[in-house]
Structures are given as C-alpha cells and as structure tokens.
C-alpha cells in the first residue's frame, strides 16, 4: 500500500495535522483540506485512493462532500469521522455509499485498519475493472475467445476486415460475443478513436425506431421538445452497430439502404439532408438469407451489408475454448466476490465438456459465477447445476426446429453419448488412456483422436488451454480429493 494517497478534509487543523502524521507514518501520502469545496477541487485535482472526511463542517458537510465526491470517481472509498452524536447520521452514510465511519476521538491503530481496508477494496475493484474489462469490451480479442483453432480463424477474419470500410454481418446464436467481435472490429480499425454506436433493433418499439436510427426535429411528433440527433449522426466518423438487424421492419430498412447508399439522411419531420459517414457493422442470430427468400428481410439491404461475413461458432463447436474461459471467469469472479477458490473440480469440468451449451459463452459465465458463489474450495458439478434441455432430442434440435435427415440426428446423438462415455471412462481410470482404450474396446489411436476431437485430451491431467503469452496452465489433481486446481 506505500505511497496509497489519503485525503484528509476536517475543520479542525489539529485533527488534520495528527491524521497526516500518522498516514505519512504508515508509508501513505496525505493531502489535506479544510472544507468541503476545497476537498472537492483536491479531489479532481489529485485523485486520492481514500477519502477521510468530517461528517459535520461548516459549509458542505460530509455527506454532501461525500455525494459529490462519488460523482468525481464511483470507486473512491469515504470515511466519515464523526463526533458520538453523529454516529446514526454516519450509519446511513454507510447505507449511502460510504465505506465506514470512525467516531471521535479514534485509536491510531483503528484508523490505520479502516484506511487500509478501504484501500485494498479500491484496489480489489480495480483488479475487477481491469480483469472484467479483458473479458468484455476492451481486452485483446484472444483473450477474450481462448485457444482453439475456431478462436483463431474468427480473430484472423476480424484483422482481415477491421482495416477496410467493408459492411460486416455477423452471425451467431444468442450469447456467443457477436457485440464484443464487433467492437474488436471497431478497436482495430482506422476508426477507433470515433464513437462506436450500439442499437438493439429488437428493444426499440417501433413508432420510435425511425427517430432513434435518423433523429427528428422538435414538433416532428407529439412529446419532440427538441431537435434530436439520432444513431447514424451520433456514429459519423466511427462505427453503427445493428445487433439483431432482422427485427427490423420493412419500411425502416428501405430508409436505411438509403442512408447506406447515399450517406445522407433527414430527420423525421425535417428537409435539411445531412450528411454522415458511419460504418454498419449489423449481427444477427438468425440466417439473414433464409429472411430474403421468406421475403421478410429486404434482398437489397442484405446485399449492401454482406460485403464481409464473420461466422462465430457457438461454444459447443469449440470446447477446447471452455475449460480457458471458465479459469478466466473465476478468476475475474473471485476478484468481485473477494473469494480464494482453488480451482475447478474434474467431475465439473467434465460436466461442462459433456454440456452442449445453447446460451454460449454468455450462459457459461453466468453459471461459472454461480459456482465460485457458492463454493469454498474448488467448484463442483453440483454448484454448477448443469442439466441438458428437456426436449426430447429426436423431435427437435437446439434451435427447435426440424431435426432433418435420420443420419444427422443419429450422427449428432451419437457424438453426445460417445463424448459423455469417454469422459467418465477416462475419469474413473485416473486420467490412464491405455486403460481407458482397453475397457472401451478400442485401439489407442482410435481413442486419442476422439479425445482431441471432444476437447478431452489428457495424460492424467486435462489441461486448460494457455494464452497466447502465457505458460500453458493446467487444471490437475489436488490430493486424494480428486480436486482440479489451477496450477
């Protein structure tokens, strides 16, 4: 923690002198301040890592300071000091949003125990930030996806386009990262540094989605007060994004080619064209092209935005993907909840190579933060809750719609009651593939290229796929509880 910055804000000089003593004592650098205006011009000009602050002071007193202070930056953490009959006043503080209270006169150890504890929470949310941040939006898009040769070819297809100004369609089934491959698109482009704009065309009703795509001018329709910019004006210079562009009704998508072709656009209830430069990038869960041939999605739109398409397969086509993504979001779970768990337990993991998945990468972080919630020391398959879809598999497939040839439904079963066997055939001979090809009655090869086809492979251990800058990790036993740590 040395060199941690402290703000210090009390009316009372002999206060504030003792409270500087004692942080510069610690290793900790104090800046002070007097009131509460003065506290907040320290505060946007020197960013302290804590804020202790008196709860009753002439002028703004803690409260307020501590409210406006939060709106300067959310993560800095407040200490009220407090006088005895302050103390209720404090605890609501606490309920608003400060992180503890020290009333007067206060121990010297009591005080350094709450700075210090406020200060490793800051760092912990910082931690979060940075992890959550490689996981979402803004981290390298390896990272984000993992290992497999998939993972490779989609990153190669957003390098390959990022640089053009090509239209991109991205398909892929709900919760596979269309949204997070579009901003990887966004990032490493010429346009970077200009706004990229999301618009989920299936949450905006549809009397307004013409407004919120070009804008409007003020009396364009009852409740326009004023003249509003829209989507493809606040995107100019940087990139549109359409998620979910099939919702989209017919008569918004003629005006949308329009916009595409002539890169100009007019407000609802205007006659001023204006002019925009904004890259479409549009996605969609749904085969835009079987749309065209059904007639609900016009043919000549598809055209202007199929100039590149980038295919994201779900994750039960890449599994070597699950067991580096599910490290990845303990870790950045462990970091949000302050928790140690270990690791990922075997039988756990082998419930996640056997699942098929059908909320993607998206569902298996939500289940991955469940687990660490709930566990001590490393996470099982009963805080998973894994359980296949109830539907009864030779009627309909994941997406519920005709199965198709009696071959593809046997093929598809098939290769889910193979992988299931193989996993826990492999588990109960201790990780042994010479044994585990003898009790299935296969020969060696035979069992090692099934292995790597299900994303099973081991040798004793199964490992957990590496980054591409990192030394490969591993998920191994942990002593006779059978227990797979990150190692």
Same mark, same amino acid.
């Given at each position: ?16 002198? @003792? ?65 005895? +009959? ?7 503080? /606490?309920?608003?949003?400060? =992180? ?21 929470? *800051? ?11 490689? #996981? ?7 990272? #984000?996806?993992?290992?497999s040769e998939a ?7 957003? %390098? ?26 966004? %990032?490493?482009?010429? *346009?970077?540094?200009?706004?990229? #704009? ?5 949450? /905006?009703?549809?009397?307004? &989605? ?5 804008? =409007? ?16 004006e606040t995107a ?13 009704? &017919? ?31 549009? +996605?969609?869960?749904?085969?835009? %092209? ?11 739109? !598809? ?20 067991? !580096? ?14 928790? %140690?768990?270990?690791?990922? @337990? ?8 056997? !699942? ?28 998973? @809750?894994?359980?296949?879809?109830a539907a009864d598999? &030779? ?58 086809? !299900?994303? /099973? ?31």
């Amino acid at each position: 923690m040395n060199g941690g910055k402290v703000l210090i804000v009390d009316d009372d000089a002999g206060i504030v002198g @003792a409270l500087a003593e004692l942080m510069r004592r610690q290793g900790l650098t104090p800046v002070v301040a007097s009131d509460g205006d003065a506290a907040l011009e320290c505060i946007r000009r020197e960013h302290p890592d804590v804020l202790l602050v008196d709860f009753q002071m002439p002028g703004k007193n803690g409260l307020e300071v501590m409210q406006k202070a939060k709106a300067l930056d959310e993560d800095l953490p407040v200490v009220l000091l407090t006088g005895f +009959a302050e103390v209720r006043g404090a605890v609501e503080a /606490i309920r608003a949003g400060a =992180h503890d209270y020290l009333p007067k006169p206060f121990e010297h150890h009591e005080v350094m125990r709450v700075v210090l504890r406020a200060l490793t929470e *800051r760092d912990l949310k910082r931690q979060l930030r940075t992890l959550s941040s490689q #996981i979402g939006q803004q981290g390298p898009l390896r990272e #984000i996806l993992g290992p497999s040769e998939a993972a490779t070819k989609l990153i190669s297809d957003v %390098q390959r386009v990022a640089k053009s100004n090509f239209s991109v369609i991205i398909l892929g089934e709900t919760g596979s990262g269309k949204e997070v491959v579009a901003r990887a698109i966004h %990032q490493t482009s010429l *346009r970077s540094r200009q706004p990229f #704009i999301p618009v989920d065309c299936g949450a /905006i009703p549809e009397p307004l &989605l013409e407004s919120e795509l070009f804008g =409007h001018e003020r009396g364009a329709f009852t409740g326009a007060n004023q003249q509003k910019p829209g989507r493809f004006e606040t995107a100019s210079g940087g990139t549109l994004f359409l998620d979910e562009v099939s919702n989209l009704p &017919l008569p918004s998508q003629a005006k949308m080619l329009r916009v595409l072709q002539d890169k100009v656009l007019y407000h609802v209830g205007g006659t001023k064209p204006i002019r925009v430069d904004a890259r479409v990038v549009a +996605a969609s869960n749904d085969d835009l %092209q079987r749309l065209v041939d059904k007639g609900s999605f016009r043919r000549d739109l !598809y055209f202007r935005l199929n100039e590149f398409v980038i295919h994201i397969p779900p994750l039960r086509q890449r599994r070597e993907d699950i067991p !580096y993504l599910a490290k990845r979001f303990m870790d950045i779970t462990n970091v949000e909840l302050s928790k %140690q768990v270990k690791g990922i @337990a075997r039988c756990a993991l082998e419930a996640m190579l056997a !699942y098929d998945w059908p909320g993607n990468v998206r569902q298996l972080r939500s289940v991955i933060r469940r687990g660490v919630l709930m566990a001590e020391d490393s996470v099982t398959a009963e805080h998973l @809750a894994l359980h296949q879809p109830a539907a009864d598999p &030779l009627v309909t497939n994941e997406q519920g719609e005709d199965p198709g040839a009696l071959r593809e439904i046997v093929r598809r079963h098939t290769e889910t009651i193979e992988r299931r066997v193989i996993a826990q055939t492999l588990c109960r001979m201790g990780g042994n593939k010479t044994k585990t090809a003898r009790l299935l009655q296969v020969d060696f090869k035979t069992l090692h290229s099934k292995l790597k086809e !299900y994303g /099973i492979e081991s040798n004793g251990e199964i490992s957990c796929p590496r980054k591409a800058t990192e030394p490969e990790t591993k998920l191994r036993p942990a002593g006779s509880d059978s227990a797979w740590e990150a190692s």
